[in-house]
Every structure is written in structure tokens, then in C-alpha cells.
């Protein structure tokens, strides 16, 4: 299981940047709520060993465990449908003793690994654009995205297709056939669209519904959009360079007054506009895209099509997650729930991007030898 690795291999980059954007997280946290600090921060240094561990083992592991990885997804997404705690009309989490666990948190980064090890396959094979090939990646990822979807988690389920279909492209999926897809999925997004207005609608729970009107239409539902635009206020407030995670007394704190529900999970980044402003936005920004394009680097590295997969689903992952969730905070998407990557509060999420980093670490550990 261990290996003998050079140290020159390992990403202290990648490795020191998401462990900094951690502990930022647990300041952001503590600026919006304060209750949530402890868990967060032992969270955090649970995750840091998790992905230590995980650096040093052989993620071919992993990915030989593929078939053993799918069952356990569908078992602990069903589990959740079955004996999870309901909040808020969602049932989506297990309460164990004083801890929350959120499956599809875990699913979305074990599917990464099981597409990894199947699409490495495919590319062995010359399968990746065959109907077959097409046809096996499809019904894989139908009952995942159901289940999640049935929680009901619309920004979870949206996040994981979007992910596998981008690594599926990533395998070598034929432009032929990606416009082919377009050209279906173009009328269907519209016809989507006419019939989640319908009153007999029987597809989408009624707040996902004004959720997505009230984006479409932000006139006509101004009443539905209290919390981004919210969220939006709050981020411009902090102006150019932002009042600080400790602003002055005399300085009015919008994160404070609680102005934004939940602020400490799926709108964290409004913490980031008000405390650091226009100027810390961007650098936030900035690191996301650093910690990307290291993932992009390893998987550019790769030595075999399974630790290409590996890494460049992790890319995928944090560019999909990060862009929803910033784009909701700003208002630029539809209110939806999901949290942003290493700073939100959640300990699902923290952890599980602490698995899929620790795989990726390694396999820029075994980068092909040229």
C-alpha cells in the first residue's frame, strides 16, 4: 500500500494552499457565527490527516475498488432516503450522536474515484465514444443523480452530472457526439423551463420552482429574493478593501445582524466581501483558480489515464462547486444550496474534499517519468 516516493513530487503548493484556505474558513465561520467555530476547526484538523494519510497511499487502490465503491454509494444515498433526519422538507443527513453526516457529499467524490477507474478502463479499450461506452456511463450515473435528487438536493445532483460529464470529456469523448447531445439538450433545457410553470407540475418541489423563477424573472418575484439579494448587500458593503474579520464598533456589520440566513454555510462568501472587500474577493478567487490549475498540473502529470481522471475530476469539481456557489451569493445564479470548498461550514463537505485531495496529492507522488 505505501510506496517509496521522491519528495520533490509532493505538491506543498496544492498541500498548503488548501490547508490555509481551511483555517480561513474556520475564521470566516467564527465572523458569522460563532457556535460553529469548535466543530469546524476540529473538523479541519481531522481533514488535514485524512488527506496526509491518503497522500501516501497508492491511489490505484482506489481505483481497483471501483466496483466494491458503486454499491456503497447507492447504499448510503438509499439509507439516507430511509432513516435520514428530515430538515426543512429535505431529507439528506444522518445525526451520529453530536456529529451530521450528508452522504451525498461523500457520493459526489466517491463517484469521481469509480468514474475515474471505469473511464480509465474505457480509454483502454477504445470505448469512451461507443454507444456501449456512452450507455454504461449513463446508467451509472442515473440512479446516483436520482437519489440525490429525491433528498431533494437540486444543487448536489446538478454539481455530480455536470462533474461526470466533464470526465467523460476528459476521457476523449468525440466532439461528434457532444454536439449531438446539444442539439437535445438545448430543446429540452426549454421545454424544461414551460413546464416547471405548469401549476400541475410534478417534477420540482414548489421552492426549487420560485427559486429558478425568481432568477428568470427578478421583477415579478422581488418578494422570493430576500436572501441573495441579501447577500448581495452585504458583499458590497465591504467596498474596496472590506471592515475585517474584527471591524471596528463604530463600523455597522451586516454579517452581525444576521441579514443573511445561514451565512456560515452556502453564503460564506459574503463574509469574504464584507470583511475583505472588493480586493479580498479576488484574491479568494484567485486561490480557488491556483488550487485548479495545481489539479489540472497533476493531471497533466499523470502517469496513467486512471490518475488523469483522478485529478482532473477533482479540478472539475472545485471549478463546478465554486462557481455555483459564488455565483449564487452574487446573485449571478438561481438560490441554490451548496457549499463553498474548504470555507463553508460543514463537515461532509470538508472531509470529503480532504479524501479527494489526499488521492490527488499522490498521484502527482507517481508522475510519469520521461
Not at 220 to 240: C, F, K, P, R, Y
Request: charged share 10%.
Amino acid at each position: 500500500m505505501l510506496k517509496k516516493y521522491r519528495l520533490r513530487d509532493y505538491n506543498f503548493i496544492l498541500l498548503f494552499l488548501v490547508i490555509g484556505m481551511m483555517i480561513f474558513g474556520v475564521l470566516l465561520i467564527n465572523r458569522a457565527d460563532s457556535s460553529f467555530t469548535t466543530k469546524q476547526a476540529i473538523g479541519v484538523g481531522v481533514s488535514i490527516v485524512i488527506m496526509v494519510v491518503l497522500s501516501l497511499l497508492d491511489y490505484h487502490i482506489f481505483l481497483d475498488l471501483k466496483f466494491l465503491i458503486y454499491p456503497g454509494i447507492l447504499v448510503i444515498l438509499v439509507a439516507v432516503l430511509l432513516f435520514g433526519v428530515n430538515v426543512n422538507q429535505a431529507t439528506r443527513w444522518f445525526n451520529i450522536g453530536p456529529i451530521t453526516f450528508q452522504p451525498s457529499e461523500l457520493a459526489k467524490v466517491l463517484m469521481i474515484v469509480f468514474m475515474a477507474g471505469l473511464l480509465s478502463d474505457f480509454i483502454e479499450k477504445e470505448q469512451v465514444s461507443t454507444f456501449k461506452g456512452v450507455g454504461i456511463f449513463a446508467a451509472s450515473i442515473i440512479p446516483v443523480a436520482f437519489l440525490i435528487f429525491r433528498e431533494p438536493d437540486l444543487s448536489t445532483t446538478i454539481c455530480t452530472v455536470v462533474v461526470m460529464i466533464l470526465m467523460l470529456y476528459l476521457a476523449g469523448l468525440r466532439y461528434k457526439i457532444i454536439f449531438i447531445v446539444l442539439l437535445v439538450l438545448i430543446p429540452l433545457a426549454g421545454t424544461f423551463l414551460w413546464y416547471i410553470q405548469r401549476p400541475d407540475q410534478k417534477l420540482l418541489n414548489q421552492y426549487q420552482v420560485d427559486r429558478i423563477l425568481t432568477f428568470l424573472f427578478p421583477s415579478e418575484h422581488a418578494d422570493m429574493n430576500t436572501q441573495q439579494a441579501n447577500s448581495v448587500m452585504v458583499i458590497g458593503s465591504g467596498q474596496l478593501m472590506g471592515k475585517g474579520l474584527s471591524p471596528d464598533p463604530d463600523v455597522v456589520s451586516m454579517s452581525s445582524s444576521r441579514m443573511v440566513s445561514e451565512q456560515q454555510t452556502d453564503f460564506i462568501f459574503s463574509v469574504v466581501g464584507e470583511s475583505f472587500g472588493f480586493v479580498g474577493s479576488v484574491i479568494v478567487i484567485a486561490i480557488f483558480l491556483i488550487i485548479v490549475l495545481q489539479c489540472i498540473r497533476i493531471s497533466r502529470r499523470a502517469k496513467d489515464p486512471g490518475g488523469m481522471l483522478l485529478a482532473g475530476g477533482a479540478a472539475c469539481l472545485f471549478s463546478v462547486q465554486s462557481f455555483i456557489n459564488i455565483g449564487v451569493a452574487t446573485a449571478l445564479l438561481p438560490n441554490t444550496g451548496i457549499p463553498l470548498p474548504f470555507l463553508s461550514y460543514g463537515l461532509s463537505s470538508l472531509m470529503s474534499s480532504a479524501i479527494i485531495l489526499g488521492i490527488v496529492l499522490n498521484v502527482g507522488l507517481q508522475p510519469e517519468r520521461y
